[in-house]
């Protein structure tokens, strides 16, 4: 019998979820049906019911649902529960179990499919909002030397920096605190891009970075990588590659079996020009 799957979100029209899980259950043989819902804003939690009662097997949950798929769980994994806040969820009987994949998402495509080791490196990460909690675990796990979280809003960057301080060498900041400093990897996970503007970072932030990637998908070369560009980054990158990334987690989290992501990420890769 063919599985039940779904992506639920608020709008949801732009998902590319259904394609990129398509993809992958044709490449790897497996009967699923993939399809993205239009969660109402005030009965979530209801259309999550509906759907396992139909015979749902797993959701992907995007904006504006991931703390209330969070708080919906029966059962979190611990990138979900530091996250506080969840992607995906799993249904079995009774058990509503919850993960988060973001940020594996974005330390895979970071280390594997762009080939920069975090390991030892200096990492800046810009924003302290939902998408930057939910990396820091990953991150961390990889031993990078420091990670500094820079915020517009400091007192949210510090308080992320004490919360995750157990995990590795953290520290929170406002961007003025940034001058003088230099990092390998610099991460844009504000939403600053989806409106065209660009985080005040200090000039010299991005130079001597081997890697400027923006957490954004497809919005070509936005505010942050052109500042990257012109600071002489040799490599500059969007977040397909971390979207195809945390879809393939979540497919091996429900079927066992783990896509290649490859053809995927190459099929949807719009140049950043
Ligand atoms: P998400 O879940 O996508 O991370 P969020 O939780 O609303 O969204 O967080 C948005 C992040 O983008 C925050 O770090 C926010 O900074 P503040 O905490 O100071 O609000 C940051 N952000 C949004 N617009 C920005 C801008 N124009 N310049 C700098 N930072 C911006």
Redesign the pocket.
């Known amino acids: 019998m063919t599985d039940k799957y779904a992506v639920i979100g608020n709008p949801i029209g732009h998902t590319k979820s259904p394609m990129i899980h398509g993809s992958f259950a044709e490449a790897t043989g497996q009967d699923i049906d993939y399809q993205a819902i239009e969660g109402s804003l005030d009965r979530f939690s209801d259309d999550v019911h509906a759907f396992r009662k139909a015979g749902g097997r797993g959701m992907n949950v995007t904006a504006p649902f991931k703390l209330q798929a969070y708080a919906l769980a029966t059962e979190r994994l611990e990138r979900a529960e530091l996250a506080g806040a969840t992607n995906a969820l799993k249904f079995e009987g009774d058990r509503i179990m919850a993960d988060n994949f973001d940020g594996v998402g974005l330390t895979n495509d970071i280390q594997r499919n762009l080939g920069f080791l975090l390991k030892g490196s200096r990492m800046l990460v810009i924003?302290?909002?939902?998408?930057?909690r939910g990396a820091l675990l990953p991150f961390l796990a990889q031993q990078p030397k420091l990670v500094v979280v820079a915020?517009?809003?400091e007192t949210?960057a510090i308080d992320l920096a004490r919360q995750f301080a157990g995990h590795g060498d953290m520290q929170g900041c406002g961007y003025d605190d940034l001058a003088g400093e230099r990092f390998d990897i610099v991460i844009n996970?504000?939403?600053?891009s989806l409106?065209g503007?660009l985080?005040p970072l200090p000039a010299e932030t991005l130079q001597g970075a081997r890697l400027a990637y923006e957490l954004a998908y497809g919005k070509g070369l936005t505010p942050f990588l052109r500042l990257a560009q012109n600071a002489g980054v040799p490599k500059l990158a969007d977040g397909v590659g971390m979207l195809v990334e945390q879809a393939a987690e979540a497919f091996l989290w429900w079927r066992g079996v783990r896509p290649d992501t490859r053809a995927v990420i190459d099929r949807m890769t719009i140049p950043l020009v």
């Open positions: 924003g302290a909002g939902g998408a930057v915020n517009r809003t949210k996970g504000t939403s600053a409106k503007e985080p």
